[in-house]
């Protein structure tokens, strides 16, 4: 049985060390052209340099999306990027259109070709097609069910991978194709510039009625709705591995590093319990919790078991419910730890410890003190460096978070 890849966001430089600390087989990520998330911070052509080299080290792999839709102006500028991205190293482009498709079969050739979800793959017939046209993964649209990816599985050469997204926001157009923000806001979601207008609140103006503005649902509030849900898939990688998924994908490049490390570590820890016994696979109850410790909407399940036939429709917001207070920079092993301030806490809040690989375990923090060393009960400054008594040694990038008070 292969072991799912797990393929985490990788923002910037940051949220790219806490994806592969907590267990990524392998980023994606983009330079700062034509990639589809300009939110995000995105990689300079030396720090994707650094970015490989740092995963090459750890045997991670790096895939680099190319996958906007280039007018004829980017494309003369295109050759030069995709040599770049070659001689840097990166394992594979993540690619929607054919012209930037032949391109990089032509400047980039040591790079393996993934097809992205733009492209709306829901057939073995398109997957098989950007086989042969060279592609070694297709990315299927988050609209297929299990059962269909199943039979596109079956009816695909073997040797071609199938992606797809498990974890992270939805998005209210198919696959993403969405015209709502060029035309609310000229600001283009195909280009990586999405407004997320399906986040906003609606109500209904009739023609000859101007200014009566109408609720779509009889609710003080209006109705937001074009507003998704978040997908969370797992308590099911037995169902998505045994579809023929050969690597999870994980949204969230504009999201936090926090995010990065959290949902990478339980989707890795819940695949490596479906590879030691996938007969008798179930999930503890504190794994399948730990996602609902990160920033979120209410999850569902997608498509992936037919059409949800629901929306989030209440409201935009979202559900954090917990702050992480720190992270740990060095410790030593008896427990002596130099950590990085976020939020406040003091010495007396019940915290949670979360290592790579572990379950999160509650701690207090003992003899804090500030850069200078002195005592210190409440920290309380962003940025500041906290020295404190840990139980035991906990490696960088480990995490201390508190639940909200209300």
């Not at 695909?156 to 806001?185: D, I, K, Q």
């Not at 490390?261 to 696979?281: E, I, K, M, N, S």
């Not at 569902?300 to 992270?327: L, M």
């Not at 999160?360 to 210190?376: F, H």
């Amino acid at each position: 049985m292969k072991k799912p890849e797990i393929l985490s966001p990788a923002g910037d430089m940051e949220k790219l060390r806490f994806a592969v600390a907590y267990g990524a087989d392998a980023v994606y990520l983009a330079g700062k052209a034509y990639g589809m998330r300009a939110a995000s911070d995105n990689f300079t052509l030396d720090e994707l340099a650094e970015a490989v080299g740092y995963c090459r080290e750890r045997d991670v792999k790096v895939y680099v999306a190319v996958n906007t839709l280039p007018r004829d102006d980017e494309m003369e500028k295109l050759p030069e990027y995709l040599s770049a991205l070659n001689d840097i190293g990166a394992d594979a482009l993540i690619l929607a259109d054919f012209g930037v498709l032949q391109a990089a079969r032509r400047f980039a050739p040591r790079c393996k070709i993934h097809i992205s979800t733009q492209t709306s793959i829901v057939n073995s017939a398109a997957a098989t097609a950007y086989y042969e046209l060279g592609a070694s993964r297709v990315v299927l649209a988050r609209e297929l069910s299990l059962e269909e990816i199943a039979r596109i599985r079956a009816q695909t050469p073997a040797a071609l991978e199938l992606e797809a997204f498990v974890h992270g926001a939805m998005c209210m157009a198919y696959s993403g194709r969405c015209m709502l923000s060029n035309y609310l806001a000229s600001r283009d979601a195909n280009r990586g510039n999405c407004a997320q207008p399906c986040r906003w609140k609606y109500r209904v103006a009739e023609e000859y009625r101007p200014g009566e503005y109408m609720p779509v649902e009889e609710d003080e509030k209006g109705t937001y709705i074009f507003n998704s849900k978040d997908m969370n898939m797992l308590p099911y990688v037995d169902r998505l591995a045994e579809a023929g998924i050969d690597s999870f994908k994980i949204e969230g490049r504009a999201k936090s590093s926090y995010y990065a490390a959290v949902v990478t570590g339980a989707y890795r820890r819940a695949a490596d319990l479906y590879a030691t016994d996938p007969v008798h696979f179930s999930l503890p109850r504190e794994l399948l919790d730990e996602v609902q410790k990160v920033s979120h909407r209410e999850y569902f399940t997608g498509f992936y078991f037919g059409d949800p036939k629901t929306q989030h429709i209440d409201d935009s917001n979202y559900i954090r419910e917990w702050d992480v207070c720190a992270v740990v920079e060095t410790c030593d092993e008896a427990g002596n730890a130099c950590l990085r301030h976020k939020n406040k806490f003091a010495e007396t809040d019940e915290l949670e410890l979360l290592m790579p690989g572990c379950p999160a375990e509650p701690v207090r923090l003992r003899a804090m003190r500030d850069g200078e060393g002195e005592p210190l009960s409440l920290a309380n400054i962003p940025h500041m460096t906290v020295f404190a008594k840990l139980p035991h040694r906990a490696p960088p990038m480990s995490i201390l978070r508190k639940k909200k008070t209300f």
